[in-house]
Protein backbone atom coordinates (compact mmCIF):
# COMPACT_ATOMS: atom_id res chain seq x y z
CA UNK A 1 0.00 0.00 0.00
CA UNK A 2 1.42 3.19 -0.76
CA UNK A 3 2.32 6.12 2.02
CA UNK A 4 -0.85 9.14 2.10
CA UNK A 5 0.37 12.13 0.28
CA UNK A 6 2.08 14.71 2.98
CA UNK A 7 -0.06 17.46 4.19
CA UNK A 8 0.80 20.65 2.40
CA UNK A 9 0.66 24.55 3.11
CA UNK A 10 0.43 27.15 1.11
CA UNK A 11 2.56 30.61 2.77
CA UNK A 12 1.67 33.42 1.53
CA UNK A 13 4.40 35.79 2.37
CA UNK A 14 3.54 39.57 2.29
CA UNK A 15 7.00 41.46 2.33
CA UNK A 16 10.61 40.66 2.72
CA UNK A 17 13.05 41.14 5.55
CA UNK A 18 16.43 43.37 5.23
CA UNK A 19 19.42 41.33 4.95
CA UNK A 20 20.72 41.91 8.38
CA UNK A 21 17.64 40.39 9.77
CA UNK A 22 17.76 37.27 7.21
CA UNK A 23 21.63 37.00 8.31
CA UNK A 24 20.62 36.63 11.67
CA UNK A 25 17.01 35.11 12.15
CA UNK A 26 16.68 33.48 8.50
CA UNK A 27 13.97 34.45 5.85
CA UNK A 28 10.43 34.97 6.68
CA UNK A 29 10.00 30.93 5.26
CA UNK A 30 12.36 29.43 7.46
CA UNK A 31 11.24 31.66 10.65
CA UNK A 32 7.51 30.63 10.05
CA UNK A 33 8.95 26.81 8.88
CA UNK A 34 10.55 26.99 12.41
CA UNK A 35 7.22 27.95 14.29
CA UNK A 36 4.90 26.13 12.36
CA UNK A 37 5.96 23.24 10.57
CA UNK A 38 5.43 19.27 11.62
CA UNK A 39 7.59 16.42 10.30
CA UNK A 40 6.56 15.27 7.20
CA UNK A 41 4.91 18.12 6.33
CA UNK A 42 5.38 20.17 2.97
CA UNK A 43 4.91 23.97 2.85
CA UNK A 44 5.73 26.16 -0.60
CA UNK A 45 6.28 29.76 -0.19
CA UNK A 46 4.22 31.86 -2.56
CA UNK A 47 5.84 35.56 -2.60
CA UNK A 48 2.33 37.74 -3.02
CA UNK A 49 3.83 40.97 -2.37
CA UNK A 50 5.46 40.31 -6.11
CA UNK A 51 2.44 38.87 -7.58
CA UNK A 52 2.71 35.13 -7.45
CA UNK A 53 -0.63 33.89 -6.69
CA UNK A 54 0.25 30.37 -8.63
CA UNK A 55 -1.24 28.27 -5.74
CA UNK A 56 -4.50 29.28 -7.19
CA UNK A 57 -4.16 26.70 -9.78
CA UNK A 58 -3.76 23.80 -7.19
CA UNK A 59 -5.62 25.24 -5.00
CA UNK A 60 -7.11 21.75 -3.57
CA UNK A 61 -3.75 20.40 -2.75
CA UNK A 62 -3.48 22.62 0.14
CA UNK A 63 -4.70 21.70 3.75
CA UNK A 64 -4.18 25.50 5.18
CA UNK A 65 -2.92 28.74 3.66
CA UNK A 66 -0.70 31.34 6.20
CA UNK A 67 -0.42 35.14 5.40
CA UNK A 68 2.31 36.74 6.79
CA UNK A 69 3.42 39.96 8.52
CA UNK A 70 4.28 42.70 5.83
CA UNK A 71 6.18 46.44 5.86
CA UNK A 72 3.00 47.57 4.06
CA UNK A 73 -0.60 48.68 5.40
CA UNK A 74 -3.36 46.28 4.90
CA UNK A 75 -5.40 49.01 4.33
CA UNK A 76 -3.82 50.37 0.72
CA UNK A 77 -5.12 49.49 -2.41
CA UNK A 78 -2.00 48.41 -4.60
CA UNK A 79 -3.23 45.84 -6.75
CA UNK A 80 -1.73 42.81 -5.17
CA UNK A 81 -3.24 43.64 -1.80
CA UNK A 82 -6.62 43.86 -3.38
CA UNK A 83 -5.71 40.88 -5.13
CA UNK A 84 -4.69 39.12 -1.83
CA UNK A 85 -8.00 39.79 -0.74
CA UNK A 86 -10.15 38.77 -2.92
CA UNK A 87 -8.13 35.31 -2.94
CA UNK A 88 -8.80 35.06 0.75
CA UNK A 89 -12.58 36.17 0.04
CA UNK A 90 -12.22 32.84 -2.14
CA UNK A 91 -10.75 30.83 -0.03
CA UNK A 92 -13.16 31.55 3.18
CA UNK A 93 -16.36 30.98 0.53
CA UNK A 94 -14.31 27.63 0.06
CA UNK A 95 -14.15 26.89 4.08
CA UNK A 96 -10.02 26.85 3.35
CA UNK A 97 -8.06 27.32 6.58
CA UNK A 98 -6.63 30.21 6.78
CA UNK A 99 -4.50 31.98 9.18
CA UNK A 100 -3.06 35.54 9.40
CA UNK A 101 -0.16 37.49 11.40
CA UNK A 102 0.13 40.78 12.18
CA UNK A 103 -0.74 42.32 8.39
CA UNK A 104 -2.40 39.06 7.40
CA UNK A 105 -4.12 39.30 10.68
CA UNK A 106 -5.29 42.82 9.30
CA UNK A 107 -5.81 42.23 5.77
CA UNK A 108 -8.00 39.03 6.43
CA UNK A 109 -10.25 41.35 8.40
CA UNK A 110 -10.67 43.66 5.60
CA UNK A 111 -11.04 41.00 2.70
CA UNK A 112 -13.99 39.39 4.96
CA UNK A 113 -15.89 42.82 5.65
CA UNK A 114 -14.05 44.48 8.00
CA UNK A 115 -11.74 46.74 8.32
CA UNK A 116 -8.06 48.47 9.29
CA UNK A 117 -6.20 51.55 9.31
CA UNK A 118 -3.66 53.53 11.75
CA UNK A 119 -3.92 52.58 15.33
CA UNK A 120 -4.67 56.31 17.18
CA UNK A 121 -2.49 55.35 19.60
CA UNK A 122 0.40 54.84 17.33
CA UNK A 123 3.18 51.66 17.62
CA UNK A 124 3.10 48.89 19.75
CA UNK A 125 6.45 47.49 20.43
CA UNK A 126 7.66 44.71 22.55
CA UNK A 127 5.87 42.44 24.80
CA UNK A 128 2.27 43.04 25.90
CA UNK A 129 -0.24 40.86 27.54
CA UNK A 130 -3.18 39.72 25.84
CA UNK A 131 -6.53 38.06 27.45
CA UNK A 132 -7.78 35.20 25.77
CA UNK A 133 -11.09 33.60 25.52
CA UNK A 134 -9.74 29.77 26.44
CA UNK A 135 -13.05 27.99 26.38
CA UNK A 136 -13.99 29.15 22.70
CA UNK A 137 -10.31 28.63 21.54
CA UNK A 138 -9.61 25.51 22.48
CA UNK A 139 -13.55 24.30 21.48
CA UNK A 140 -12.53 26.20 17.71
CA UNK A 141 -9.30 25.06 17.24
CA UNK A 142 -8.20 22.46 20.33
CA UNK A 143 -5.63 24.96 21.40
CA UNK A 144 -5.11 24.76 25.60
CA UNK A 145 -3.89 28.45 26.27
CA UNK A 146 -3.74 30.24 29.65
CA UNK A 147 -6.04 33.59 30.11
CA UNK A 148 -3.36 35.53 29.52
CA UNK A 149 -0.15 35.30 27.31
CA UNK A 150 3.11 37.64 26.18
CA UNK A 151 2.84 38.25 23.16
CA UNK A 152 5.24 40.14 20.98
CA UNK A 153 3.62 43.26 18.90
CA UNK A 154 5.00 45.33 16.02
CA UNK A 155 2.49 47.17 14.80
CA UNK A 156 1.24 50.41 13.92
CA UNK A 157 -1.89 49.80 12.24
CA UNK A 158 -5.04 47.57 13.72
CA UNK A 159 -8.41 45.91 12.70
CA UNK A 160 -10.70 48.64 13.00
CA UNK A 161 -13.66 47.11 12.59
CA UNK A 162 -14.43 42.88 12.16
CA UNK A 163 -16.04 41.39 9.71
CA UNK A 164 -19.29 39.45 9.92
CA UNK A 165 -19.91 36.51 11.90
CA UNK A 166 -16.21 37.18 13.41
CA UNK A 167 -15.75 36.65 17.43
CA UNK A 168 -12.68 38.42 19.01
CA UNK A 169 -10.97 35.69 20.86
CA UNK A 170 -8.33 38.32 22.57
CA UNK A 171 -7.58 41.85 23.49
CA UNK A 172 -4.82 43.53 24.88
CA UNK A 173 -4.70 46.95 26.82
CA UNK A 174 -3.72 48.97 23.37
CA UNK A 175 -5.45 46.77 20.48
CA UNK A 176 -9.32 45.55 20.98
CA UNK A 177 -8.90 42.93 18.18
CA UNK A 178 -5.83 40.63 18.86
CA UNK A 179 -6.88 37.78 17.93
CA UNK A 180 -10.06 37.07 15.77
CA UNK A 181 -11.94 33.81 14.26
CA UNK A 182 -14.79 33.30 12.09
CA UNK A 183 -16.05 29.89 12.47
CA UNK A 184 -13.21 27.34 12.69
CA UNK A 185 -10.87 27.94 9.41
CA UNK A 186 -10.24 31.50 10.13
CA UNK A 187 -8.06 32.48 12.69
CA UNK A 188 -6.45 36.28 12.76
CA UNK A 189 -3.55 37.01 15.01
CA UNK A 190 -2.03 40.72 15.87
CA UNK A 191 0.83 39.39 17.45
CA UNK A 192 4.02 37.50 16.31
CA UNK A 193 4.42 34.11 17.83
CA UNK A 194 6.78 33.21 15.22
CA UNK A 195 9.11 36.02 16.32
CA UNK A 196 11.83 36.28 19.03
CA UNK A 197 12.17 38.89 21.73
CA UNK A 198 15.56 39.21 20.21
CA UNK A 199 14.16 40.22 16.67
CA UNK A 200 12.25 42.90 18.44
CA UNK A 201 14.76 44.69 20.02
CA UNK A 202 16.52 44.79 16.76
CA UNK A 203 13.35 45.37 14.85
CA UNK A 204 12.98 48.48 17.29
CA UNK A 205 16.56 50.30 17.19
CA UNK A 206 16.20 50.02 12.94
CA UNK A 207 12.86 51.71 13.72
CA UNK A 208 14.98 54.04 15.65
CA UNK A 209 17.75 54.52 13.30
CA UNK A 210 15.53 55.32 10.31
CA UNK A 211 13.48 58.19 12.65
CA UNK A 212 10.77 55.71 12.36
CA UNK A 213 9.88 55.74 16.21
CA UNK A 214 10.83 58.23 18.81
Known sequence: MCDPSPRKFALLVTGVLNPQFTSRYGTVTQIFERFLKEAGEVWDTFLVANGDFSFMDGIDDYSGFVVTGSQFDAHANDPWILQLCQ????????????????????????????????????????????????????????????????????????VKRLPPDALILGSSHKTRVEMFSIGDHVLGIQSHPELTKAFVRDRTSDLLVRNEIS
Not at 88 to 110: E, N, S, T
Not at 118 to 144: C, K, Q
Open 87 to 158: TLKCLHHMKKKILGICFGHQVLARALGGSTGRAPIGWDLGLSTVNLETMRIYELFGLDLTSQVKVIEIHQDQ
